[in-house]
């Protein structure tokens, strides 16, 4: 298997890589932060200008038809220099659910407006009581004069505070965790009956919660089949490990980096802390558990479009698993090696391990997909 990148993809690496240098300094983060949104409109903007929101929309609805190895590089990219902006809700979960349940009117419409960043999408799936189980949804919908009615409540909304729609999950038919009786709305952020409450996570970005009262949608709100949307959710929810796999390497990279530099000129008793044979031992680790993982967000790039349900999703389980515990070793080895300074506001790498530990509760933890691989082999 050829794992060297096209010209194209070098192109897109370096152009990502400088406007990024010359945007994304670590104080210009932090500044960032402080806005009322949390991100920036304007490098928003940028983005749509490179062609990166458009990056894996097909070519006839504005975009470039890139692929799945395209937005890994682009996530890593993101991931060194910890991007605040609604990329993974837009475009990898909102664009990757237009495009496997959408129909052409709707396609037609709504992914151009992504590619050209006129209009942000977030994915409005996981409720409180369900924690990671995909198919338990107590959220309703209910036919009602050629239309529908939406009821209930979605927690943990990805850049749900700033989409303009979101795409809703609701039950159609079925008992609250059963496979079948789902389906997929688009519901427009200021219809009535919907309400937001915007937070900052852990490490920064931005999520809401969301509840739904009485929401009423025309019948073209319905994304997909009705009843069948699981199949759809578990590939919205693989694209999204795929993704942040890949932000998690782009930030152990610069973990990495920040440690061995620490290393070399932090001098305790006349000399670099960085002589020391213990701390070079761990330095290696370190390098070694980031190749392993970085192998895993492959894995997950290339078997995102895998045509197997059940393998696909025992690839990307395993990827999710193998970079989480890469992510946590590198993070945790970032952290104790820098010493107090690591945890501290004003300095980056406690702010990248956040990040880490935000990822890996995202889309189910490594404990859960090691559950899901024993399952299939018990």
Not at 17 to 41: C, D, I, M, N, V
Not at 88 to 111: P, R
Not at 365 to 377: K, P
Request: glycine share 10%; net charge negative.
């Amino acid at each position: 298997m050829d794992f060297d990148l096209t010209d194209d993809q070098r192109l897109l690496s370096d152009s990502v890589a400088k406007l990024l240098a010359g945007t994304y300094s670590f104080e210009q983060r932090k500044a960032l932060l402080k806005t009322p949104g949390g991100w920036s409109e304007a490098l928003w903007n940028q983005f749509a200008e490179l062609g990166l929101l458009g990056l894996p929309i097909a070519e006839e609805h504005g975009g470039f038809g890139g692929g799945p190895v395209d937005v890994m590089l682009l996530m890593q990219a993101f991931g060194r220099h910890l991007v605040l902006e609604p990329y993974l809700a837009t475009v990898v979960l909102g664009g990757t659910a237009l495009k496997l349940a959408g129909d052409a009117a709707q396609q037609g419409e709504i992914l151009p407006e992504i590619a050209a960043g006129s209009l942000k999408l977030a994915f409005a799936h996981s409720e409180r009581q369900s924690r990671y189980d995909v198919a338990d949804v107590a959220t309703t919908a209910r036919r009602d004069a050629g239309g529908w009615v939406l009821e209930g409540a979605k927690s943990v909304v990805l850049h749900g505070d700033s989409a303009d729609r979101l795409i809703v999950s609701a039950r159609t038919a079925g008992g609250q965790d059963e496979a079948m009786g789902l389906s997929l709305f688009i519901v427009d952020a200021e219809a009535s009956g919907l309400a937001r409450r915007g937070y900052a996570l852990r490490d920064g970005t931005r999520a809401a919660e969301v509840s739904l009262s009485g929401v009423r949608l025309p019948a073209e709100a319905l994304l997909g089949e009705v009843d069948h949307a699981l199949p759809v959710i578990d590939r919205v929810i693989e694209a999204g490990i795929a993704a942040t796999a890949a932000e998690v390497i782009g930030t152990c990279e610069t973990m990495q980096a920040m440690t061995l530099d620490y290393l070399k000129t932090r001098v305790q008793f006349g000399k670099p802390i960085g002589e020391n044979q213990a701390l070079q031992h761990r330095a290696a680790e370190m390098l070694i558990a980031l190749e392993q993982g970085r192998s895993m967000a492959m894995l997950a790039a290339m078997s995102v479009e895998e045509p197997d349900p059940a393998e696909r999703a025992r690839a990307i389980s395993m990827a999710k698993v193998g970079v989480g515990q890469a992510g946590r070793f590198v993070s945790q080895n970032a952290i104790q090696l820098h010493g107090g300074i690591g945890m501290t506001e004003e300095y980056a790498v406690g702010h990248f391990f956040r990040r880490v530990m935000v990822i890996e509760h995202l889309f189910g933890d490594t404990a859960t997909h090691l559950d899901r691989l024993a399952d299939q082999v018990a």
